[in-house]
């Protein structure tokens, strides 16, 4: 591929963090905090996004710029280094058919972000009962047909030539996200009563830390907002040039990811609670609750703009990653190919799959299935195959290529028998609990 590397570290990180930044950021970690303990939530929250970068993330940037590839070439890497020829050919396809399984369901999410952000531009959000708005296309099929195409043919073009145009893409979507952000943040401070927001997010309520609830979804709001699933951070690895910090990366990666969390918190909860609404109705919170607060403060209508363009802006870095992923894998599998007919029909069977899924209670229960057991599942795989099947010094040697310090066994030891049993009981919760994180 042409222009194969991210030019910079900051792009590289960039991209990362717009991977990883999506609706678990908007409206999962904002209600996760407020519900379970608020400040106190924040302390499995960090130790346990603290941990997944410093040895999960940082494995699939290794596995990925070691290989030169994306997951299927990197999963085939390491079962064929052991002698798992056969396995070698398959396993990697899991975690590569969940990029492309959440990437159907979250396209339809940001098609609805993209109609809300074009109306509040002509002023109609602010003027309709929001409730009675998001049921009418959300209880409607091809309803966001429009909104749907032009999100999809914007991924298509900022993917269109690889890792130089992601990497220029995240460099102004990824500031714009955390200005516009920070902008609301600063306007919902001047609502009557948000001071009941920050106090509920951050009066600690330690007597939750007793409760496994609290860590059990602590722990899966980590795993997932750094979009540790075995698949997506391995490709952009593989654009990371060889004497670059990969456990800097990471934790880089992990910070601002954090912050984004953070930010979008403390825009919907001192939000929701000025208007006495409910914190959790998730799609609701985006698309009723907050439409419905914006009607009635001051210069709403801008900052309905500046709401949604950032959403907008977060969506399309997210669903580059999972797009990409399975572009680069193709290309891999079947390198004859040219890298733009690949993208045309994937974005072509992306299309035409997911425009049958505007209605909420048909994206809704597909994305639970995804989260609950295909993600979680290609997680697993991916865990044990950094760390229990891929050769500990081959790994080793990959992480500290360009380390500021060395990492020893340690690091090792912690990925293998912390890092991996964590993965595989947050994956047993999900499939036996039946619980989307």
Known sequence: ????????????????????????????????????????????????????????????????????????????YAWKSRGFKGVSKVIGWIPLIGSFCIAIGYSVIVAYVLKALVESLTGTLMTVDSQSWFEGFSLTAYSVVPYHIAIIIAVAITLSVGAKSIEKTSKIMMPLFFVLFLILAVRVFFLDNSFKGYEFMFTPRFDELANPEVWIYAMGQAFFSLSVTGSGMIVYGSYLSKGEDIVKSAKETAFFDTIAALTAALVIVPSTFAYGVDLNSGPGLLFVTLPTILQDIAFGRVFAIILFLAVVFGGITSLQNMIEVVVESLLYKFPKLKRNTVLTVLIVLLFAISVNMHQIFKWGPWMDFVSIYIIPIGAVIGSITWFWVLKKDELLDEVNDGAEKQYSNTWHVIGKYVYVPLATILCAIALFKGISF
């Not at 990883?20 to 996760?32: I, L, Q, S």
């Not at 407020?34 to 130790?47: E, K, R």
């Open 1 to 76: 591929m042409k222009d194969k590397n991210f030019k910079t570290r900051w792009g590289f990180v960039l991209a990362c963090v717009g991977s990883a930044v999506g609706m678990a950021n908007v409206w999962g970690f904002p209600f996760r905090m407020a519900s379970l303990g608020g400040a106190a939530f924040l302390i499995p929250y960090l130790i346990f996004v603290a941990l997944f970068s410093y040895v999960g993330l940082s494995a699939e940037y290794a596995i990925g710029r070691k290989t030169g590839t994306g997951t299927l070439g990197s999963y085939e």
